[in-house]
């Protein structure tokens, strides 16, 4: 009996597992194939912000004329405001330039002239002649100390030939403050180059003798 069962159990699992092997082999349909990754991976763009429409303010500007006539008429009459006096005229220099400006005047004028360099007195420059000459006075110092002798100076004579400045080239302590006086009274004649006035330097000589 145990013999009979145990065959029949060995009988049927042969059976089955005849048809667990055979039952495929026989199938028709196809597996379906399996989905890949990229299928559930969703691209989403990314949305660029619109700009706001610019709105142009094309309400044409009015510019006030305070001078233009007044379209509505007043309520009254009011007192006119004082005007100061402007002076649209400016004289420069001999001449006259209408119209006002913010700049001052002094940047309006020319620069002034610089005064014409002194030349030296030789070659074509002659040396102007004396017309007015001063006698130098003797200190009392000096003659009593019997001082005696020649003082030179160096004088810059100006175009109307005043002496204009005076320096002393040669010294005598005692003479030379006498010598600076008086040739500083002296006059001369102007010197002209090419027709115009100009300065001279020149070198004059005070003598100093006892008597």
Not at 104 to 129: F, K, N, T
Request: hydrophobic share 45%; net charge negative.
């Amino acid at each position: 009996m145990r013999t009979a069962t145990l065959m029949m159990s060995i009988f049927a699992h042969v059976i089955a597992t005849c048809a667990l092997i055979i039952a495929p082999l026989y199938a028709t349909d196809t597996l379906p194939e399996p989905r890949s990754a990229t299928e559930f991976i969703r691209v989403i763009p990314l949305a660029t912000p619109t700009p706001p429409p610019v709105k142009l303010d094309r309400t044409p500007r009015v510019i006030a004329n305070t001078d233009a006539a007044p379209i509505e008429a007043p309520d009254g009459i009011r007192a006119e405001e004082p005007v100061e006096p402007v002076n649209d005229a400016l004289e420069i220099s001999g001449a006259i330039v209408f119209g006002s400006s913010d700049v001052p005047i002094a940047e309006l004028l020319p620069p002034p002239s610089s005064p014409p360099q002194p030349v030296r007195v030789g070659g074509e420059i002659r040396p102007p002649q004396r017309v007015t000459d001063v006698t130098p006075i003797y200190p009392q110092i000096a003659r009593a100390a019997r001082v005696e002798g020649i003082v030179i100076l160096e004088a810059v004579i100006a175009e109307d030939g005043a002496v204009r400045d005076v320096r002393v080239l040669r010294s005598l302590p005692l003479l030379d403050a006498a010598a600076i006086d008086a040739v500083r009274q002296w006059r001369f004649t102007p010197t002209l180059l090419n027709g115009q006035p100009v300065p001279v330097v020149m070198t004059v000589t005070v003598a100093f003798k006892l008597r």
